[in-house]
């Protein structure tokens, strides 16, 4: 199993510009996220999803929109990039569904520079 | 709001010696405690979690306590090699929804050979 893959791993953009960061996992997982990184911040939550057709807002949307069209892509959208959405981007997934809290599986990060 | 706070932000231990970092939190409903890895270039790993029905959890040279009284929680590893060098993560979940959790700002552990 791959687990969580996102991509690109790296990427630049101008100011106004738009991109989406892909993410797709291979667990079946039902629960994914979307996270940002800041030196010195830990990991911030943009966004999750509970399952197909699902999302809601987690501590700092704004700026971003998400989908859940299916169980293993959860795709990030910036629109209008500003110069503060330069950060490192993670996505994640965890098994959910159940009352027993289960440990999130991180991907490897998208790089982004926004300038 | 709910908040995880984490010390030291910054370690630097001999090979060989043991290092703790101590994290608390202010949701007293939380009752899952994950510790996260994370190299270089990668993306967080989980190395060990804790659920609040124990107080402590060990698996080889790692280990976790738990003070739920105090909101307290720490992770501990001995005989420390040059590979446990990265940044630790602790977090806390948040029972109002969804196996969402709140991360520490994190620990940069560096072990000098």
């Known amino acids: 199993n791959a687990g969580v893959t996102q991509t690109p791993k790296f990427r630049i953009l101008k100011i106004g510009q738009s991109m989406t960061l892909q993410c797709t996992q291979d667990?079946?997982?039902?629960?994914m996220y979307w996270y940002r990184q800041d030196p010195g911040m830990g990991l911030k939550l943009i966004y999750y999803s509970v399952g197909a057709g699902i999302t809601d807002k987690g501590e700092v949307p704004n700026g971003y929109n998400v989908s859940r069209s299916t169980t293993e892509d959860f795709p990030l959208r910036l629109e209008l990039a500003a110069p503060s959405q330069t950060s490192v981007y993670f996505c994640?997934?965890?098994?959910?569904?159940?009352?027993?809290?289960?440990?999130?599986?991180f991907g490897d990060g998208t790089r982004l520079s926004i300038l | 709001g709910e908040n995880v706070e984490q010390h030291p932000s910054t370690l630097s231990v001999q090979e060989g010696d043991s290092a703790v970092i101590k994290c608390t939190y202010s949701d007293s409903a939380s009752n899952y405690f994950p510790w996260y890895k994370q190299e270089l270039g990668k993306g967080p790993q989980l190395i060990i979690d804790i659920r609040s029905n124990v107080g402590e959890k060990k698996d080889q040279r790692i280990a976790v306590t738990l003070n739920k009284t105090a909101k307290h929680f720490s992770l501990h590893i001995t005989e420390t090699q040059p590979e446990d060098s990265a940044v630790y993560f602790c977090?806390?979940?948040?029972?109002?929804?969804?196996?969402?959790?709140?991360f520490g700002p994190g620990t940069s552990l560096s072990v000098i050979p």
């Open positions: 667990m079946n997982h039902n629960y």
């Open positions: 994640a997934s965890s098994y959910g569904g159940t009352r027993i809290e289960q440990p999130q599986h």
């Open positions: 977090a806390a979940n948040r029972k109002t929804s969804y196996d969402k959790v709140i």
